[in-house]
């Protein structure tokens, strides 16, 4: 199978080089030289341009930034070259209406194509560990599982064109708003004299149970993967979560659907993010709620002043 892949980041970089372990031809393409070196080094073919890299392609996979840079690629430069037999996945987090234009153009132009965002951060990536979420017809669908398998954990077709944007979006926001209730009942827990540690073993045992506490509580301590046991670095960027919001909010706007906690939580992450913590895992906000930024720059595993 001959994979372009377009889009080497952060994300695409490890799951472009999954493609080349498993034997797939990649041509990869990114505007970052740096990005393209690592790509070669893991076993791809570094291209020139995307033109380059989606001529002869069976499958494209694009991994860009946001809706724009995916709207742009594909009308300028992929589906003018890839051939028509070629499957294309869109793999970034965009905004459900460039999903379903770009799919819309695709198909008129007479190719396949399914948004397929993914969760999971950059170590599922590196891993191979993602969960796609995918839109698409639904005869394409084991062709594009398929072609996704070497980057996934899981693969589940949400519905047609979009609705994999819209699963992750929907997905997120619980995420967003899970873990600021999380955090805020940290804050009135210790402020109430109830050890957060105490805490953690009856809620995760509770009907306050959650993802945001059972996998990922934002006090240091009780779960030792989690990014509060060192000093909230790597994990979510709180950028990232605050883009997923934003999309959410506009989908919701533009739906009419009413998302008031889903609101509530942008405006907080926007918050922190502009106190300067755009790149600290997003459970950080557990100090701005506690009044103790400055807790955030404490050392990896460190206790949070009380
Ligand atoms: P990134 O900024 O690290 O990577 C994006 C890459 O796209 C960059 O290397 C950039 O040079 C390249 N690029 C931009 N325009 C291009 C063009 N015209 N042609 C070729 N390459 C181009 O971002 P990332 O962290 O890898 O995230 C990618 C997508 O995955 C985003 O939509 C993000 O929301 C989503 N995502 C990220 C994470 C995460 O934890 N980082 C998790 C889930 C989903």
Redesign the pocket.
Known sequence: MRVAF???????GGMAVNQAKAGRQVAA????AQ?LARAGEGGCTPAAS?AEAVAGADVVVT????GP?VR??YAGEVLPNAPKSALLIDC???DVESARAVAEQAKAQGFRFADA??SG??AAADAGTLAFMVGCDEADFAAVEAALQPMARAVIRAGDHGAGQAAKICNNMVLGVSMIGVCEAIALAEKLGLDPERFFEIASKSSGQCWSITSYYPWPGPVEAAPSNRGYAGG?ATA?ML?DLKLAQQAAAAAGAAAPMGAQAEGLYALFERLGYGTKDFSGILQMLRGRLEDLEGEARSRPSA
Do not use: Q
């Open positions: 377009i889009g080497l980041g952060n994300m695409g393409f990114d505007l970052s990005a995307v991994m860009l930034p946001a840079h742009a690629v970034s987090t965009i965002p993914v951060g950059t979510f990232m883009k």
